[in-house]
């Protein structure tokens, strides 16, 4: 996975001289209010100014920056795509990732509750910190300084995202499939759902009747099944040279 720049543990230099010195060094971002940048690293568990009013904006600030950066780096990507890929970068699990490569747990002020839960690691307050500096940046340096912090973060990793088509599920494609064909959508049915609630099994049924074709899917979830099933019958249709192939 890639890293941001300046990843691993904040250095001794910036750890004692608090977060404007860390954002210099991290972020490559002169700080001109360092209040403002506390505040964004101060989880709402802790006193003082926290960062939830600035995670609300920096999500804001950060959705339009990386929808630009995609907007630019594929040019010939659809809404569909352009979303799938941004979901690559800016959901829960790729911002905490982001966060953690930065040592921004480090910096992190916490309540003791959540300094004794490992608040520091959590990957939810990881993300909102890192949205919270974003929009910290934007309103202290404006849109020019918060796209030059997002994209040093992001660079490598929009450097590193597959082709948008890899990004769709098998229930995308199938539907893409048909309707490209002018057929109607495949039908979902759910067959039979196994074990206790909290250890559900589901295996449902995906038919094309156009194409007199039913495939069955598992999994723990009736989404899940359905994709199973979806990918089934892609390769069903794949293997049946009447049709021509799945695309």
């Known amino acids: 996975?890639?890293?941001?720049?300046?990843?691993?543990?904040?250095?001794?230099?910036?750890?004692?001289?608090?977060?404007?010195?860390?954002?210099?060094?991290?972020l490559g971002y002169e700080p001109?209010?360092?209040?403002?940048?506390?505040?964004a690293l101060t989880h709402r568990s802790a006193a003082g100014a926290n960062n939830e009013r600035?995670?609300?904006?920096?999500?804001?600030?950060?959705?339009?920056?990386?929808?630009?950066?995609?907007?630019?780096?594929?040019?010939?990507?659809?809404?569909?795509?352009?979303?799938?890929?941004?979901?690559?970068?800016?959901?829960r699990e790729p911002l905490a990732e982001v966060a953690a490569a930065l040592g921004l747990g480090a910096m992190l002020q916490l309540?003791?509750?959540?300094?004794?839960?490992?608040?520091?690691?959590?990957?939810?307050?990881?993300?909102?910190?890192?949205?919270?500096?974003?929009?910290?940046?934007?309103?202290?340096?404006?849109?020019?300084?918060?796209?030059?912090a997002v994209v040093r973060l992001f660079?490598?990793?929009i450097a590193a995202l597959p082709a948008p088509a890899a990004l769709k599920d098998a229930k995308t494609r199938l539907q893409e499939y048909l309707q490209s064909r002018s057929l109607a959508l495949p039908r979902y049915r759910v067959l039979k759902i196994d074990g206790?609630?909290?250890a559900q099994t589901f295996r449902v049924s995906c038919e094309v009747p156009h194409l007199e074709l039913i495939v069955e899917g598992d999994g723990s979830t009736r989404r899940r099944a359905e994709q199973q099933a979806a990918a089934r019958m892609l390769e069903r249709i794949a293997a049946t040279p009447a049709l021509g192939g799945a695309s």
């Open 54 to 91: 600035l995670e609300f904006l920096g999500d804001a600030v950060l959705n339009l920056i990386i929808a630009h950066e995609l907007y630019t780096a594929f040019p010939q990507a659809a809404e569909g795509d352009l979303s799938r890929l941004r979901a690559r970068l800016v959901s």
């Open 32 to 39: 001109r209010d360092p209040a403002l940048f506390c505040a």
């Open 111 to 148: 309540g003791s509750g959540e300094l004794r839960s490992g608040g520091s690691r959590r990957q939810s307050i990881l993300a909102d910190a890192l949205e919270a500096l974003c929009g910290a940046i934007f309103l202290d340096g404006g849109h020019a300084a918060a796209r030059t």
């Open 1 to 26: 996975m890639p890293e941001a720049p300046g990843s691993g543990a904040p250095t001794a230099m910036a750890a004692a001289d608090g977060p404007s010195a860390w954002v210099r060094e991290r």
């Open 155 to 157: 660079a490598p990793r």
């Open 196 to 198: 206790e609630d909290h």
